[in-house]
């Protein structure tokens, strides 16, 4: 009766300081008890990379968890987006998903060797973030209306870089609402892409925030627009697209997803897990450094919300006319 009492008053205690009890026999019950594997399907040192570190260093300050970050990259994500796919269904393999893994890249490729609503359960969020369109720090182009205007003016001549399918979708959108002829050019990574902006063989690219909150800060670019709901507090005074052109409005996240089968007491308790590393100030301060706009959601609702992305994905490919590959 004794030890009955004492079980009940520690579940109690729990219970009031919002924590639970795990069922018997749960999976949750015993995890994580040995290594938990993050793939983040880019390169490594990149935002994507930085932000699953994040992660992984309050995990591990936090709890203890022995946490690795494994970088795939190749393919637009999709390299590493497959090996997590195949990976076993136990709860130590996540995949750092994005907007372009779970959403966009079924619309931008012909085929794909995974299905992101049959392969995977979506986890949780980290944040969201838009893209920003920037020219050479010696470009005299300082607002989107003054591009809009030298693209009327040299129609053909004014040429944009993109890194990938979806990198290409918001200056594409740009053709249409502003009804202006721009050629876009092909780069393997983003790094090319700032040089040659640099360099003048190119005039504009958009680039995601994570991507260039360190360039510009460096007063490597210059910001001219960003494709956010509103504005992003690290630059305040450079106008939205949505401002200029209703309704064009591109945003990205980053998130959590695990393979298909994975138990979902494991898939609650790492959401769980990814709220409280939200919550925490210091990590809030590092990803907006990065140029994360920090954000959490339940299982249930980000799945809902993941779901909703698809179909914005699916409109915004379709508007700007870009043909799967």
């Not at 990938?164 to 990574?189: F, M, Q």
């Not at 809902?304 to 006319?321: M, Y």
Request: charged share 15%; with cysteine; net charge positive.
């Amino acid at each position: 009766m004794q030890i009955t009492f004492l079980a009940r008053h520690a579940a109690a205690v729990l219970a009031a300081a919002g924590l639970c009890l795990p069922a018997a026999g749960s999976a949750a019950a015993t995890w994580p008890s040995k290594a938990i594997t993050i793939v983040v399907p880019s390169a490594p040192g990149g935002a994507a990379d930085l932000s699953a570190r994040t992660l992984a260093h309050f995990l591990t300050a936090k709890y203890g968890a022995n946490v690795v970050v494994e970088d795939k990259p190749g393919a637009g994500g999709i390299i590493g987006t497959t090996a997590v796919k195949q990976a076993a269904a136990d709860g130590y393999t996540f995949l750092l998903s994005t907007n372009s893994t779970q959403s966009a890249n079924q619309f931008l490729y012909k085929k794909l060797p995974y299905n992101a609503a049959q392969d995977f359960v979506d986890v949780g969020m980290l944040g969201k973030f838009g893209t920003v369109a920037v020219v050479a720090p010696s470009n005299p182009i300082g607002t989107l209306a003054q591009l809009v205007d030298t693209a009327r003016s040299k129609p053909g001549k004014v040429f944009f870089g993109y890194y990938s399918s979806s990198s290409r979708v918001p200056p594409e959108l740009l053709k249409h609402y502003a009804h202006i002829r721009i050629e876009g050019a092909a780069y393997k990574n983003i790094t090319q892409i700032l040089t040659d902006l640099r360099g003048g063989l190119i005039q504009f690219a958009f680039v995601d925030y994570l991507t260039a909150m360190g360039q510009i800060q460096g007063g490597n670019l210059k910001p001219i627009a960003v494709t956010g709901a509103k504005p992003n507090p690290a630059w305040p005074g450079v106008a939205t697209t949505n401002s200029a052109y209703p309704g064009f409005v591109v945003e990205g996240w980053l998130g959590l997803s695990a393979p298909k089968g994975t138990p979902a007491d494991i898939v609650a308790k790492m959401n769980q897990y990814m709220k409280q590393a939200i919550a925490d100030p210091a990590t809030r301060e590092k990803y907006a450094k990065l140029g994360l706009q920090p954000e959490s959601m339940d299982v249930a609702p980000f799945q809902a919300f993941v779901k909703a992305d698809v179909q914005r994905w699916k409109g915004w490919v379709k508007t700007a006319q870009i043909p799967a590959q």
